[in-house]
């Protein structure tokens, strides 16, 4: 087995917390990059800043599952997990069919691990792998993980924050208990099952109790104070920040660079309407969240997904790109596709705001599920991972365009699971049918009329889906076939998790559109996260990571986790070169 044998070695900062306009690193953005950036930063003795354009701290990490891909990390070897730098790259080398940025891709794999040690050995553990963990996304391609490579944020409690825990961006209502109280992936678990489950009843109520006690107790914070996913990364990122006395600047969007010669050294921000300059001796890292809702840039780089689907923070506009380029940096669009795609489904929340609601794992895979394209006639596999699912929506893989595409199910159905945001509550249905965001039908033809497609095609398409789910065999697209497919779906559907018929009266669809969770094009950069010019030389002392750097993974999804854990480990990077810190040789067992 190999790996790192590098130690996260600390020097004591020369000034911690001053309020003054010269630093030796300035970061971009508080994400998980921009804040573990800043952590790191703060570790190696430089003087470090943040400055986040917006009053909330945590960009779309918040929004997200704050997951992680870390093949060799100290919690999968803890596990048991019989794992290799090799085998890893394997499967990277099996599932991203392309030879762009795979210098980096390995740099990422071999300094992963020793970029996590270093930030939990500064932070406390942040993160630990689920009992029953995904599989890699491709479990059947040579190298992947049955057990997965993933790890998941620790919960926390959000009062450890006291007055600053309204600092941190709050996460999608939809995916909330009450709209307000965050969940793990064992509490849905436990919320559908807690009719049938003693053990299920007894932890709903938990939940119920706890949402309680921060309705009536805790109101001052205004949701609920369990932080789960990305919402409990970025808390435990920020306390770090705080305690260590880095300097935050809210409400300060960055409006230029600051170049002396060749280099770049500071920003411009506007503070108060006013502007100020910010000196950064070691340069500025660049992790502002890509461009997800910059119009421009996607019109420009991307227009087949129709704009305004992205599940992702609003505030990212693709700033840092912009800045970038604006001085000769290279936007690099040679990835094989520019977002990491999934399906999105929009609806008009109570507050009257659009609700952009990413169809992640939650439907897609329940047997009962199916979904339709413009003929009516099912063109993939539902349960596969929502960026290939928007693939095929998109005709890239070997198809044509499908859209408008629509995801169906029956009475049965939405009485047991939750169909996009509407959870399993009668009430909730009924709002969401009078919203216009749920199609109800009393028939398949009334359904196929209301949604817009063949008649005989719908009742066809569904009528042969009946035959497979009786067999528990999908003979059109093996739906259930694989561990990744199967830990989605419901282990008590027998014979397949994942295959169920739709008969019971009434019967729903919901649209869903190609939508996003992040950008993969972003700006060209080497192996220290160095910004790269047109001619492909470093932009001295320009770094960028998370989304505003290109992803590494080359426009494929190989797993949960893969934005993320790159984001974390290039920021590792960025810094350890910005502080002219040797990195240790990567050694073989």
Known sequence: MRHSSAVCRHRNPQRIGMAESSYDLVIAGSGAAGLSAAIFAQSKGLRVAIVEKTSLIGGTTSYSGGVVWIPNSRQNAATGLRDTLDEAERYLDSTVSTSHEREARREYLERGPEAFACLESLTGPLFYVRAINSPDYFPDAAGASQQGRAM???????RILGERFNDIRPPLPELCLFGRQMLELMDVYHLLNARRSAKSALHTGR????????RTLYRKYGRGTRLTGGNALVANLYRAVLERGIPVFRNSPIVELI??????????????????KLSSARGVVLATGGFPWSKALREMHMDEAEFGYSATSPDSTGDGIGLATAIGAKFDTANVEGAFWTPVSTGTRKD?????????????????LIAVNKSGVRFFNEAENYHDF?????????????????????????RKYAFGAVPPLASERRRAVRSGYLIEASTI?????????????????????NRDAELGVDTKFGKGNSAYNRYLGDASNKPNPCLGPLKKAPFYAIRVHAGDIGTTYGLAADIHSRVLDEQGQPIDGLYACGNDRNSVMGGFYPSGGITIGPALTFAYLAVMHAAREDLRPVAAE
Not at 152 to 158: A, E, M
């Open 152 to 158: 998941t944020p620790l919960s926390v409690d959000g």
């Open 207 to 214: 939940l119920l109790l706890r949402d309680l006690r921060d």
């Open 259 to 276: 170049r002396e010669g060749e280099r770049v050294a500071g920003v411009i921000v506007k503070r108060n309407g006013i502007r100020e």
């Open 352 to 368: 009257g705001s659009v609700a952009r609601f990413p169809h992640l794992m939650a439907d897609r895979a329940k047997p009962g």
């Open 390 to 414: 928007v693939r095929a929506m998109l005709g890239r893989l070997k198809n044509e365009d499908q859209q408008p595409v629509h995801l169906l199910c029956d009475a049965a159905f939405v």
């Open 445 to 465: 033809d009334e359904l196929a009329d209301k949604i817009g497609v063949d008649r005989d095609a719908l009742n066809e398409t569904i009528a042969e889906f």
